[in-house]
């Protein structure tokens, strides 16, 4: 699995966005929302930051350098910076996740 981390249910469901950020924030990366249509997909994307995510309500299938995993409400992933990975919404309905990148000064550029 590389350097890809699943953590399944770090947080608890309903997903509380401020503890997700103060987490997040004790670890070094940003916090921000994201919602997705039912079946929208990202595929080959690079970063170079480090990016976590968490998925708040739905699921989320998640390939990273060719591994694939499923994740649901309350599990988090870390996707190592320069990572191809792809994204896809496999709920039946719009999901929604936090995600967030380190904020190391090198990787300020990180999206």
């Known amino acids: ?7 399944p249910q770090k947080f608890l ?3 509380d966005k401020a503890v997700v950020e103060a987490d997040w ?3 070094g990366f940003g916090c921000d929302w994201y919602m997705a249509p039912a079946g929208r997909k990202w595929m080959d994307c ?11 309500d739905g699921r989320i299938a998640f390939t990273v ?3 694939r995993n499923t994740l649901g409400p309350g599990d988090e992933i870390l996707i190592p910076r320069g990572s191809v990975h792809n994204i896809e919404n496999v709920s039946e ?3 929604r996740w936090l995600y967030g990148f380190d904020v190391a000064p090198e990787n300020e550029d990180a999206a």
């Not at 699995?1 to 953590?7: A, D, E, L």
């Open 25 to 27: 924030d004790r670890r």
């Open 93 to 95: 309905e719009s999901c």
């Open 46 to 56: 690079i970063h170079k930051s480090n990016a976590l995510v968490v998925v708040v």
């Open 1 to 7: 699995m590389g350097n890809t981390r699943i953590t």
């Open 13 to 15: 469901a309903p997903v």
């Open 65 to 67: 350098d060719g591994e």
